[in-house]
């Protein structure tokens, strides 16, 4: 079955960085969106950013624009977020997920696939 296993995550003081990445197996992954989302504890899901299946788009939420970059490497059939200058407000469980040529989605219920998830958490 597909898979979607994500990785980097942790503990990091506010201004810190972390790099999350998502290995995908079994899944045709170039013809697949990819996109991260957050969740916190009691708050709903929401979209952080997405990738296109080329890697030709991007799209960011206006809360992590100019501090995360997601990035695709097609061969290696992994999805990364980067993400600098972190808050506190960025503390949550990040879940990747994918979509068969979807971009730009930020509603979660087309994203067929998810991964586990990996905390962050962000100290002040």
């Known amino acids: 079955q597909v898979q979607l296993v994500e990785s980097g995550g942790g503990l990091v003081q506010a201004g810190g960085s972390l790099r999350l990445s998502c290995a995908v197996a079994r899944l045709t992954f170039t013809q697949y969106g990819m996109a991260w989302f957050r969740q916190a504890p009691g708050k709903e899901r929401e979209f952080v950013a997405a990738i296109s299946w080329t890697g030709g788009s991007t799209d960011y939420s206006d809360s992590v624009r100019d501090r995360f970059t997601i990035s695709r490497d097609n061969a290696k059939k992994t999805a990364v977020l980067q993400m600098d200058s972190l808050k506190p407000e960025d503390t949550a469980v990040y879940y990747c997920?994918?979509?068969?040529?979807?971009?730009?989605?930020?509603?979660?219920?087309?994203?067929?696939?998810w991964g586990q998830g990996t905390q962050v958490t962000v100290s002040s």
């Open positions: 997920a994918a979509g068969y040529r979807i971009f730009a989605v930020r509603d979660p219920g087309p994203y067929t696939n």
